[in-house]
């Protein structure tokens, strides 16, 4: 199933947008010419990754709770405490819309 959530355009780069994505929550991140789309739920706990800071030089998205930060290629946490990868899903643009899968895969 794939979302549009609007364009690319109007995306901030270095800036988490929460949408919704086949009922799911994801984080959908633009960092210049490219865009990202994580689940928005840190693997250690209930938590909003897109509350969390964007770090576009190493693409990636820290947790703002205990400050794991986790690749939005992978989905996989640098440090301690979360160990857990998180999903990360397919983004891409389209027709300069910005289009998201629910399907599991990098963008
Ligand atoms: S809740 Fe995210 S690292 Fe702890």
Redesign the pocket.
Known sequence: MSTNIGKFADLQSGIAHRVMVGGIAVAVVRIDDEVFAIADK??????S?SDGMVWCESKQIE??????AFSLESGV?DTL??TQPVQVFRAEVVNGDVVVSSQEGNS
């Open positions: 840190c693997s250690h706990a209930d938590v990754l947790c703002i709770k205990h400050g794991s946490p405490p979360a």
